[in-house]
Nanobody
Framework: QVRLVESGGGLVQAGGSLRLSCAAS????????MGWYRQAPGKQRELVAT???????NYAYSVKGRFTISRDNAKNTVYLQMNRLKPADTAVYYC???????WGQGIQVTVSS
């Protein structure tokens, strides 16, 4: 059974940075496509970034150039480095193992203006 645990969220001022981590267990991590989604209050959940086993990436237009998704297969961990944060980035962020459809519990990111 796959389990994903996010960490690294919190409160940050606009223009600041945060790095989210997602530790995975229970699967062959290196062969899976991983991603981050987010859901802001009153809005639909949206895809933020994906990372394939071959390390190809895909980003939402709203975060391109500011966010970077990466993975450390030795640590079974995927990261989301978020720079130049904006209040519009405020949301609950979810780590997802896209290959299996497994979601983490989510972690709050709040960007103050």
């Amino acid at each position: 059974q796959v389990r994903l645990v996010e960490s690294g969220g919190g409160l940050v001022q606009a223009g600041g940075s945060l790095r989210l981590s997602c530790a995975a267990s229970g699967s062959i991590f290196s062969s899976n496509v991983m991603g981050w989604y987010r859901q802001a209050p009153g809005k639909q959940r949206e895809l933020v970034a994906t990372l394939s086993s071959g390390r190809s990436t895909n980003y939402a237009y709203s975060v391109k150039g500011r966010f970077t998704i990466s993975r450390d297969n030795a640590k079974n961990t995927v990261y989301l480095q978020m720079n130049r944060l904006k209040p519009a980035d405020t949301a609950v962020y979810y780590c997802v193992q896209i290959t299996s459809g497994t979601w983490g519990q989510g972690i709050q990111v709040t960007v103050s203006s």
